[in-house]
């Protein structure tokens, strides 16, 4: 977990601005802002997360026959695993596509019907829960998601498991920003407000908004 945190912050996956916060596609202000996209645009780094992520699956899935992508930025890193695995894979859109043959999933084949579902980071967990119920309907069963970085948010926690989804993560929002202190990347002051959001994200973003 270590060791990937401090690859995503070198690299600028992971970046934090508690003072000057982003906003995301919801709407909702965060201090802290992954773009795990970056990765694939370096080789060693991105053959330690696939390396990662195998030995998550391999841990805690050992029945997987198949590999799923969430589009689109767990495509790439679904390949990379499933290449490492030697295992067929797929991937799933946030809704089915408006031609053609109207697919929502890419890739499936009639003899897999075990699945891993492969994200690049967990925020709301609503990507991850859209591809494993797609996955459900399509007759699959979805043993559970691994995904690079979860931002630790009860939200996603509450929602998965509404959805009984089992989740495993290389690194994780507390141990980011454990390096990140380390490093001297973020102040003492950033670090507490970075703690603030992570405790109630959507109060903490209002309260930004407002100021």
């Given at each position: 977990?270590?060791?990937?945190?401090?690859h995503l912050l070198n690299i600028g996956a992971v970046t934090l601005s508690p003072e000057d916060p982003y906003t995301w596609?919801?709407?909702?202000?965060?201090?802290?802002?992954?773009?795990?996209?970056?990765?694939?645009?370096?080789?060693?780094?991105?053959?330690?997360?696939?390396?990662?992520?195998?030995?998550?699956?391999?841990?805690?899935?050992?029945?997987?026959?198949?590999?799923?992508?969430?589009?689109?930025?767990?495509?790439?890193?679904?390949?990379?695993?499933?290449?490492?695995?030697?295992?067929?894979?797929?991937?799933?859109?946030?809704?089915?596509?408006?031609?053609?043959?109207?697919?929502?999933?890419?890739?499936?084949?009639?003899?897999?019907?075990?699945?891993?579902?492969?994200?690049?980071?967990?925020?709301?967990?609503?990507?991850s829960i859209q591809s494993v119920l797609a996955l459900r309907e399509a007759g699959?069963?979805?043993?559970?998601?691994?995904?690079?970085?979860?931002?630790?948010?009860?939200?996603?926690?509450?929602?998965?498991?509404?959805?009984?989804?089992?989740?495993?993560?290389?690194?994780?929002?507390?141990?980011?920003?454990?390096?990140?202190?380390?490093?001297?990347?973020?102040?003492?002051?950033?670090?507490?407000?970075?703690?603030?959001?992570?405790?109630?994200?959507?109060?903490?973003?209002?309260?930004?908004?407002?100021?």
């Open positions: 977990m270590k060791t990937i945190s401090k596609s919801s709407g909702m202000k965060s201090p802290i802002y992954c773009d795990n996209r970056l990765i694939i645009a370096y080789p060693e780094i991105r053959k330690q997360v696939a390396d990662e992520l195998s030995s998550l699956i391999k841990e805690h899935y050992p029945e997987a026959d198949l590999i799923a992508g969430t589009a689109t930025a767990g495509i790439p890193h679904a390949a990379f695993v499933a290449d490492h695995m030697n295992l067929p894979m797929c991937y799933v859109r946030s809704s089915a596509k408006g031609h053609g043959r109207a697919k929502q999933i890419e890739g499936l084949t009639e003899q897999s019907k075990k699945a891993v579902v492969v994200e690049d980071l967990i925020s709301t967990g609503k990507s699959i069963e979805v043993l559970g998601v691994v995904a690079i970085f979860s931002y630790g948010l009860k939200k996603a926690d509450e929602a998965l498991g509404k959805e009984e989804i089992s989740f495993q993560t290389v690194t994780n929002f507390s141990t980011l920003i454990k390096e990140a202190q380390e490093s001297g990347t973020i102040s003492d002051q950033g670090l507490s407000l970075l703690k603030e959001w992570q405790r109630d994200p959507e109060r903490w973003g209002a309260a930004s908004f407002s100021k």
